[in-house]
C-alpha cells in the first residue's frame, strides 16, 4: 500500500478510521483486501481512483463509502462477502472500505463530507 490516513466524519465529527491504507497503485488497487481474514477495527482501506468495488473472494462483509472530488459522501453501503457495489457510482473518486457496522456506528450517511488525513511517516 502507498500511505496511510486517517479518515473522519466531519459532518459528525466521527473518525471512521484511524489508520487506513491508501491504495493508489495498480497493484495495491487490484489487491485490495484479498487474502485478509478480517478488517479489525480502527483500519481501513482508501481505493483512489475507484467508483465501483466488489467483495469476490472476501472472507468477511465490509461497509464502503464514495466519496466524490469533494469528499462528499454520494453512497454509502454494506458490502456482502461476494457482493457488489453498483457497477458505477457516477462522480466517485475513490472508494473508502471499513469493517462491518462502522457506518452505522458512526452514523455516516449519503451527503455527509469525510476528510482523508494523511498520516505522517
Known amino acids: 500500500m502507498d500511505t496511510r490516513a486517517?479518515?473522519?466524519n466531519e459532518t459528525r465529527g466521527t473518525e471512521l478510521a484511524s489508520d487506513?491504507?491508501?491504495?493508489?497503485t495498480f497493484a495495491s488497487r487490484l489487491r485490495g483486501l484479498l487474502g485478509r481474514s478480517e478488517l479489525p477495527g480502527g483500519s481501513g482501506l482508501v481505493i483512489q481512483p475507484c467508483s465501483s468495488v466488489h467483495g469476490v473472494g472476501m472472507r468477511f462483509a465490509i461497509d464502503v463509502v464514495f466519496l466524490d472530488r469533494t469528499g462528499?459522501?454520494?453512497h454509502a453501503m454494506r458490502l456482502p462477502r461476494n457482493g457488489f457495489s453498483p457497477p458505477l457510482v457516477f462522480g466517485a473518486r475513490c472508494a473508502v472500505e471499513?469493517?462491518?457496522?462502522?457506518?452505522r456506528a458512526t452514523g455516516t450517511v449519503r451527503g455527509d463530507t469525510v476528510r482523508i488525513?494523511?498520516?505522517q511517516p
Open 117 to 119: 488525513v494523511p498520516l
Open 98 to 103: 471499513l469493517p462491518e457496522g462502522t457506518l
Open 20 to 24: 487506513a491504507e491508501i491504495a493508489t
Open 72 to 74: 462528499s459522501v454520494i
Open 6 to 8: 486517517r479518515i473522519v
